[in-house]
């Protein structure tokens, strides 16, 4: 079976340019969660979507949505590019339940770099 | 709101050496507790977790685990360690309740030598 799949893998960026980031879960995971992973701030949640609904999101400005299509297929958005959006950008999917309580299975992540 | 700290930073060890990387986290009841690894341009790979029954916790790549109420830790062990466990470990903890998100720590480096 297919693990997690992110397009593209690497992306430069210009400040106050949007980018956005594609994630396709292991084929039958209906839960996809986005993570923010810098090297001063860790690893930072930014959403969770089951079933094309939000389930749970992150202390992050209104510059950063996401959303998750009737395949499980999930996209994420960030207008207005700032510097400190720098960072990997990795999404995680699991079977069917909560991102607090199941089994993750990560991607290798999306390098944003913003210049 | 849960949390998770992980006192060290970074470690090394050598190869063969046995291993103990620290987690302490703070919830009010019992949370779920998890151990993720992410080798070098990688995505996070689950290691362990640990919800409910016996507090000694068997993982993949003979990591085991061991939950300890009384002093709100999770500590991550390998009796041998093996250059291809250099990378960065990451202790998390959720809410059973499912209605806030994961809580990572900030991680440990472990670097093997020979």
């Known amino acids: 079976k297919a693990g997690v799949t992110q397009t593209p893998r690497y992306l430069i960026k210009t400040r106050g340019q949007q980018v956005t980031l594609s994630c396709s879960p292991i084929s039958g995971h209906r839960s996809v969660s986005w993570y923010q992973q810098t090297p001063g701030q860790g690893l930072q949640f930014l959403f969770e979507y089951f079933s094309e609904t939000q389930r749970n999101k992150g202390n992050f400005p209104g510059r950063f949505s996401g959303r998750q299509f009737s395949n499980s297929r999930s996209e994420m958005n960030v207008s207005t590019l700032e510097l400190g959006d720098s960072a990997l950008y990795l999404c995680?999917?699991?079977?069917?339940?909560?991102?607090?309580?199941?089994?993750?299975?990560f991607g290798p992540g999306t390098r944003l770099t913003v210049l | 709101a849960q949390s998770v700290t992980q006192p060290d930073i970074h470690i090394t060890v050598s190869e063969g050496a046995s291993l103990e990387l620290r987690c302490n986290y703070s919830?009010?009841?019992?949370?779920?507790l998890f151990w993720y690894v992410q080798s070098p341009g990688q995505g996070l790979q689950l290691l362990l977790k640990y919800f409910s029954g016996d507090t000694l916790v068997q993982g993949i790549k003979g990591f085991e685990a061991e939950f300890k109420r009384s002093q709100s830790s999770f500590n991550l062990r390998k009796p041998s360690v093996h250059w291809s466990d250099a990378a960065e470990y990451f202790c998390a903890v959720g809410s059973p309740s499912g209605n806030t998100p994961l809580v990572f720590g900030k991680g440990t480096r472990l670097s093997v030598i020979a």
């Open positions: 995680a999917s699991s079977l069917n339940g909560r991102a607090s309580t199941d089994t993750q299975y």
């Open positions: 919830y009010g009841a019992t949370p779920y």
